[in-house]
């Protein structure tokens, strides 16, 4: 039965595609209450002191709990619990909580909140960049659990949580979301978090449509209350009516028949019908997503993201930690290519092991390469970690990401070179030939790239910070986020710029963006004679399917055709029409909106 309230749309962020319908399960209800009151005398604050530290102890100790009670299929997952683990102890954190409770005699529930949100500063100005948003929804995952055991309270236990409910929270931790179980869950809504949270990563691999960042989710949803959750399109509709439950019960059929029924072949090559041969690879962040990037037929990764052993640490990760998880990454995927980008992160996003720098403009300033080669050891420990790793199978690739000139090229080059002859004078095995690789993701290096074409092994394009440099804008901010287009005609002719320059260097060229994860862009990439398309592991049975079902030769003159027009708008009704056209079926599973969030449908909803 429907329940009688009133139907509300509410939206959030698209996390995981597919479509839920069922019951609301609250797991909790927006954030505890925290009490506020002043410490008077040395006891009182000793006691509080005590209060706050054995508060600490006993979330590490469920946290160690929880590690030791993951069902076998998921414990690699154990390792993001080890993150919240360190968190805890993280001075910022950790100290920060003592200082206040000792000197503004602030009782202990204020004090760690106080303390997050000082920690929190350190992220100001970076609401443009999602994966630092998913880091501090980790760190307030901390302080929420340490909050609440002050109180003496816990966390809703998952065991509760009833046959076939979609889950409803303020945020899932990495410990709340590794003991998902997908027959029990058949969704997820949490009011933070962003496509590369732990809570995204989890119903990704277990296939849950999940929405995150719905403002006041659960405020507004009750327990027991009917929704629908899109999660492609971040739209949840709370007791929604007979038509609207009509529509979405027939999208949720006709999308898990058609997925089912590419997913059979996701294995197959990504080869066009005219026999033109292109990669489909996978971006990840975490080894456990090396089964869904399998499942879904990725044949190699070609981006995997090293920040998460960086972010919210106490001090930096030592080269053992970092080999055993390049050797472990390259071993499970061997023989397949793992490509491995150095460390991608601004200074103003490290924690207390790096120097606070006074940046007013972080995306523009120390950060990934440039970091890299300021602080060399950091760099040095990430290649020593990646060469020894290479011996393994011989398919890892190194990457480096925001490159700029042949600087710093040359620079990486020599630091790389001293490193191989320091492993080859200790006599430890290596990769000899280990690919050495550049993201083009700057104008810049686009202006460059017939050079840097000269000086590296692959190239990779980055195509989410090449449109924000490239058109200078911040997809984020939502008075210019409608200029955020892929298809604007200056990207595309700097991505023609940059494929031209390697190929006639006579090295491949990927796309590893979001771009690439689009069906709607497949005939576009492949008419600029990508090499290489790499995304999101769920997205590649359907961009591998639309790969297998184009022509080569169809594709190129389409592009040459649209790099002669003028306007996005121009670009995007061309695009859809030729998909519309050539893929009526994908078209006809995700109408009326299947072109999604891209510049062109937020127009026609808008009405521009």
């Known amino acids: 039965m429907i329940n009688d309230r009133s139907s509300l749309t509410i939206r959030g962020i698209g996390a995981a595609p597919g479509i839920a319908i069922g019951k609301a399960f609250l797991l909790e209800r927006g954030q505890i209450p925290v009490p506020r009151y002043r410490l008077f005398g040395e006891q009182s604050v000793a006691e509080e002191c005590k209060r706050f530290e054995a508060a600490v102890k006993e979330a590490e100790a469920d946290l160690e709990t929880i590690k030791k009670s993951i069902r076998s299929e998921f414990s690699d997952h154990a390792r993001l619990l080890e993150v919240q683990q360190m968190i805890?102890?993280?001075?910022?954190?950790?100290?920060?909580?003592?200082?206040?409770?000792?000197?503004?005699?602030t009782n202990a529930q204020l004090a760690v909140i106080k303390a997050l949100r000082k920690a929190k500063e350190l992220f100001s100005g970076l609401?443009?960049?999602?994966y630092a948003k998913s880091r501090i929804a980790d760190v307030d995952a901390v302080g929420d659990r340490v909050v609440r055991i002050l109180a003496g309270q816990s966390r809703s236990d998952l065991d509760h949580l009833r046959e076939g409910a979609v889950i409803i929270a303020h945020d899932l931790s990495p410990a709340d979301a590794i003991q998902l179980q997908a027959g029990r869950t058949l969704g997820i809504v949490t009011e933070i978090g962003g496509s590369f949270s732990h809570t995204s990563i989890v119903a990704r691999s277990l296939g849950i449509p999940a929405v995150t960042g719905?403002?006041?989710?659960?405020?507004?949803?009750?327990?027991?209350?009917?929704?629908?959750?899109?999660?492609?399109t971040g739209v949840i509709i709370i007791n929604p009516g007979e038509t609207e439950l009509e529509f979405y019960a027939n999208r949720q059929d006709e999308i898990q028949t058609y997925l089912k029924q590419i997913s059979?072949?996701?294995?197959?090559?990504?080869?066009?019908?005219?026999?033109?041969?292109?990669?489909?690879?996978?971006?990840?962040e975490a080894i456990e997503e090396i089964v869904a990037a399998k499942d879904n037929g990725a044949e190699g990764i070609g981006l995997y993201r090293t920040e998460f052993f960086f972010m919210n640490r106490v001090e930096l990760p030592d080269e053992e930690s970092l080999y055993?998880?390049?050797?472990?990454?390259?071993?499970?995927?061997?023989?397949?290519?793992?490509?491995?980008?150095?460390?991608?992160?601004?200074?103003?996003?490290?924690?207390?092991?790096?120097?606070?720098l006074e940046e007013p403009n972080p995306a523009l300033g120390l950060r990934s390469i440039r970091l890299c080669l300021h602080y060399k050891e950091i760099f040095k420990t990430q290649l020593r970690a990646m060469l020894?790793?290479?011996?393994?199978?011989?398919?890892?690739?190194?990457?480096?990401?925001l490159i700029s000139g042949m600087g710093e090229i040359f620079e990486a080059r020599k630091i790389f070179r001293e490193i191989q002859a320091e492993l080859t004078k200790k006599r430890i095995p290596f990769d000899k030939n280990m690919p050495f690789g550049a993201m083009i993701e700057l104008p810049s290096a686009v202006a460059m790239a017939d050079l840097i074409a000269q000086e590296v092994d692959f190239f990779s394009i980055g195509t989410n910070d090449l449109i924000q440099y490239s058109i200078g804008i911040d997809r984020s901010n939502e008075h210019v986020a409608y200029l955020y287009e892929p298809l604007h005609p200056g990207v595309l002719r700097f991505i023609k710029q940059t494929v031209d320059a390697a190929h006639d260097a006579g090295i491949p060229v990927a796309v590893c963006g979001e771009m690439a994860g689009e069906p709607l862009y497949v005939p576009i990439l492949l008419g600029l004679k990508i090499n290489s398309f790499s995304m999101n592991?769920?997205?590649?049975?359907?961009?591998k399917n639309l790969i297998r079902r184009s022509s080569?030769?169809?594709c190129c003159r389409f592009v040459e055709k649209v790099l002669r027009m003028r306007t996005a708008s121009e670009i995007e009704e061309a695009v859809s029409k030729m998909v519309m056209k050539k893929f009526p079926e994908e078209f006809h599973v995700f109408d009326p909106n299947w072109i999604g969030n891209t510049p062109l449908a937020a127009k026609k909803k808008s009405g521009s």
């Open 88 to 105: 805890l102890r993280d001075p910022s954190i950790y100290d920060e909580s003592l200082r206040y409770i000792r000197e503004e005699r």
């Open 127 to 130: 609401s443009n960049d999602e």
């Open 214 to 232: 719905a403002e006041h989710a659960a405020r507004l949803i009750a327990e027991n209350d009917f929704i629908i959750v899109d999660g492609r």
């Open 264 to 284: 059979r072949h996701s294995h197959l090559p990504a080869q066009t019908s005219d026999g033109h041969r292109v990669g489909a690879e996978a971006n990840i």
């Open 324 to 356: 055993r998880d390049y050797h472990d990454l390259a071993e499970l995927m061997a023989p397949s290519p793992v490509t491995i980008r150095t460390l991608d992160l601004g200074a103003d996003k490290l924690t207390s092991w790096c120097p606070t």
């Open 388 to 401: 020894r790793a290479s011996a393994v199978a011989g398919n890892i690739r190194l990457m480096l990401p």
């Open 537 to 543: 592991p769920v997205a590649l049975p359907r961009v």
């Open 552 to 554: 080569m030769k169809e």
